[in-house]
């Protein structure tokens, strides 16, 4: 392989690094628990004003506790909150070990990324200008006592998710 052939390449290796490091997904673990959203369908909206049914297809590990709960959410009501509605559908009891599970949530995206969303994040305090609507999964121990705290979080940006391949 030539020189300018394995620049090339390198370029293209650290060209896909720098575009995964950039979208914004957020993670957050205690210990090996984790929950992540591998796939979102649709993994798009057309407007901010009809509702759309989204179903996650979410991965999940969890090693500290007998039983989970595993949550989604969406951030439809403040910019830095995701909403659990707790109803049928959104959530599910997990087991220990390692899995897969898909929820369903209906909402209306938010349009997070305007000139009014931007004051209201300043009035209220936010370090952190949030300009997307973002999707929400979390596990937690089940049953869980309060102030409740997840054991894992994962958020992305809706439009940044794989849809599944039906």
Do not use: C
């Not at 901010?48 to 039983?67: E, G, H, M, R």
Request: proline share 5%; glycine share 4%; aromatic share 12%.
């Amino acid at each position: 392989m030539s020189r300018k052939s394995i620049i090339r390449v390198l370029s293209a290796i650290t060209l896909v690094l720098v575009i995964d490091l950039y979208i914004p997904q957020t993670a957050y673990a205690e210990g090996e628990n984790w929950v992540k959203i591998v796939s979102l369908t649709p993994n798009h909206y057309d407007n901010y004003t009809d509702p759309v049914t989204f179903t996650a297809t979410i991965n999940y590990q969890l090693t500290s506790k007998d039983q989970g709960i595993i949550y989604l959410g969406f951030n439809t009501d403040q910019p830095h909150y995701y909403e659990v509605d707790l109803q049928e559908g959104d959530h599910q009891v997990v087991s220990k070990g390692v899995g897969t599970v898909t929820l369903t949530q209906t909402v209306t995206p938010v349009n997070w990324n305007s000139g009014y969303s931007y004051m209201q994040q300043f009035l209220d305090g936010s370090s952190d200008l949030v300009k997307d609507f973002k999707v929400y999964a979390n596990i937690s121990e089940y049953p869980y006592d309060i102030p409740w705290t997840p054991l894992a979080i994962y958020e992305a940006v809706v439009t940044e998710l794989p849809e599944d391949a039906l």
